[in-house]
């Protein structure tokens, strides 16, 4: 028989300590829809669990115009949409929020263990990447700081050391003009895994892209971001070509794998079509028009 | 013929207006020409407040004091030699009480059985429930534990060993099929155009039915259209899975609770697996979380009574969803092909069918009533059907609603769909002109008696869906028609009286689709009560007659024709006490609706039944039923779809269901069968499908990548049904269960063709699939 541990710190520094005591063997529990899942199918024996859904500072949801969002990585998704702030500001992020699993699920599951957990085809990471949103992560040694977009180094495995523990995540104010969005493709219409997903953000100027970026799910062994479309869109006017030109620079960055979810090639075609739609939605969210 | 309108109180299909209302007609109509007091009403349903306050007991719910709990190890292997088999580990461990293999199970020699629908080698049924030398599919059931709890069950399963020498394997039947395939059975002899052949190879039996003369048909042709098919395993899909307790008796009985469509099937097929005398095992089926055709073979049944004999305690062994899809009888994947000519006129001159079907494991792919039902639709004086059943490297086939008719009418309809096209008919009067009657003889020999094929084309033709527009671009609209046989088989019922004018109705079919109900309210209609007033209750294999499965839509033909003919004898015996009473002779008592009358003296079936003790005691009756008068049921769909061009996304923007039900006893359900038969067929078109990879493993195990349809995949789905009456049942049923499954695969075709041009040979017409085909045009 396999036993289990279970902790439930009230301090982050309780947290840190458990994390720094059990190393790998330690296993966050937020929402647990991830870990649940993977404990019932017999991954993490003899683990200890550690309930982070105590410990305030990860809990924290605040919203100021100066400071950007500070998401702590317990929070669960409703809580996020649930913000008519938030919700105003980052809509991008509401996207996956308001996507991830179904309603059941997004009264638990949250945004920091659907990053933690690194799948490739994870819904809020490309969005997240395309805020340009950094982690803050602790152990009992000190806090560092790590863009999202090098969070995620292989399917299921992170940047964090074992001792280390993801506390908050923080997107930057949102700039004038700008607007981001979320696109997944599934063949049904809710309760899928991601065959392919395209977060996009841009910023808009004198009828240019002043900023954009693009960040592709389910195409790579990590969430993408795609620094050749943010080139083709950056200084060039708010045109359908434009577009078409990093939807197709988002194709050729795209490094799918064939399985039961789609081909290699369909999900090169997907990440085309989702980049360039959901780049149109972003231009109407930053108050743009396409020319 | 009268438009009755469906009480949305009563169904809650009021939920989510769909374009039906907006157009002002009704989403559910019934098209009824036979009325009667009870029958064709919608009472509540007897069992809904156990169902929805979740009292109602399912497998996974009984629990035995003492109980052990059981494991099953399964290979990983789609087709392996088994060297050795290590079980003293696991036999050490704490906590396991007994490890058992195939060699536990008596020596089934060369019996055939019966095991619900169809005759069996028993070392085919042994095979598939432990495997002996060989495994033949990923999944298949090598070895079981009893434990403590399900923990160490399973802990210790996966500490026997178990030495593979792993052989290539075949997972469709034209693979199979190859000269140079490996043999799943080195004894299996092709039966060959119903003659035993000496040749070996993975196909159990080719058959040919032929009718007229299809060359002289196909001369006579100006259109001629001829295409292949394929079509992906899917699995019925029930939510609860497999479930048993066992417990050996020290009494030498074994008494088996499961989830099961057929108690008394099991019943047998367990007491001939374990050598044991029929009378030895009571089954008492549980609640079913849905079964379609799927529940009725036997798995685990004789391991837990192995393991409970073995033990001295209950053995209880649930699935896993894993193990469901792995372990479990899914449908045949298919490859077919179906070539048919017609005339300028639009008659219809000549039809040939190719049909392959994968039997699984072991022989029985459905491929027989495939052939009966792939043109049962047309009246054509030319006609071929050959049929091979190939056993391929997958789980063993269990029926699957209407089984083996679905894959054919995705070929048929198509071509059907095509020729239409080209002669520039519309394809339902392309139909109406080619439509099977009373009397149109079908290829495989029999004549059809009163059926509704016309009645269902016509209402198609007449619905307000068939002549709306389509309200959007890459929209289109498809049409096709199915058929199935239905079943009767034998069924019991008893009917005993309480003082109060109620009665308690046993009977022992599976309660899967409203049947308590509606056989109850068959029961009511003869004795002139309320449905309300009648107590069914499902009961153990020692309580009832015998009764046949709960399958071949025959529940609420047969069950309820016994508990008719059970009324008739509580009324005959009614009478009998009234004349009592009245010092008359039972024939001068009158009986009409629940009210008895003789030369002036009245009584109810209440007071009748007040006086049961003073004029002769408890009044009780029973009828078993062996009917033969079935009548086959045609379903067909108007479907309208949407494409994305760009993704090859699918969507069902709006969808009716039109069925030949013969009468429909409880409304309400039958519109339940028929959505539910067309949402499974949605499924099956769009998105399910066993996705394999090379090895014959099984890559999509679970509910989140094996994609059935979930409610926001789906328009509402309208219903209209059509009632031709039977005139081999009491109240004209003929069973609505299978039938509208077959219509959905075709008619999702034909109508994704309309919206987008590409015609889609291969199931599932998933995303990927669509846009391929789009991307080749």
Redesign the interface.
Known sequence: MHSVQYHRPVTLDECLRLFDRFGKQARALAGGTDLLVQMRAGHCRNGAVVDVKHVPELNELRFGTSDGLTLGAAVPCYRIYGDATVSRAYPGLIDTVSMIGGTQIQGRASVGGNLCNAAPSADAVPALIALRAVCRIASVRGERELPVDQFCIAPGRNAMADNEVLVSLHVPPPPEHSGACYLRFIPRNEMDIAVAGAGVSVTLGNGTFRDGRVALASVAPTPLLVEKAGVALRGQPVEHEVIARAAAAAKAAARPITDMRGTAEYRKHLCEVLTRRALEKAVLRAGGTLA | MTVAATDSETTGQDRKPGPAAANGYEPNMVLANQTFDIVGSRPVRHDGADKVTGRAVYGADVTLPGTLHGAILRSPHAHARILSIDTSRAEQMD?VHAVMTAGDLPDAGDKIVDVGEGDTPLAYVHGNVLAKDKVLYQGHAVAAVAASNA??AL?AASAINIEYDVLPCSLTAPDAMRPEAALLHDDLVTKELGEESNRRSNVAEHFRWTKGDVETGFARADTIVERSFDTATVHQGYIEPHTVTALWNHDGRLLLWCSTQGAFVVRDVVSTILDIPVSTVKVTPTEIGGGFGGKIPVYMEPVAALLSRKTGRPVKIVMSREEVFLGTGPTAGTHTRVKIGASADGKIQAMEAELAYEAGAYPGSFVVPGGMCVFAAYDCENVAVDGYDVVVNKPSCAAYRAPGSPQAAFAAEQVIDEVALRLGLDPVEFRLLNAAREGTRRADGPKFRRIGCVEVLEAVKNHPHYSAPLVGPNQGRGVAIGFWFNAGLESSCTLNVNTNGTVNLVEGSTDIGGTRTSIAMQAAEVLGISAQDILPEVVDTDSVGFTSVTGGSRTTFATGWAAHDAAQKVVDEMKTRAAMLWAVEPEQVEHSKGTYTANGSSATFQELAAQASRTGGPISASATVKPRGVGGSFAANIVDVEVDP??G?VDIVRFTAVQDVGKAVHPSYVEGQMQGGSVQGIGWA??EEY?MGEDGTM??STL??Y?M??T??LPMIDTCIVEVANPGHPFGVRGVGEANIVPPLPAVANAIHDAVGVRMQRLPM???AV??ALAKT
């Open positions: 906590g923990h160490v802990e760009e993704t996304k769009l998105n996705f890559r999509n989140l990548d994609r349809p979930t926001l995949d998933s995303p990927p846009w391929a």
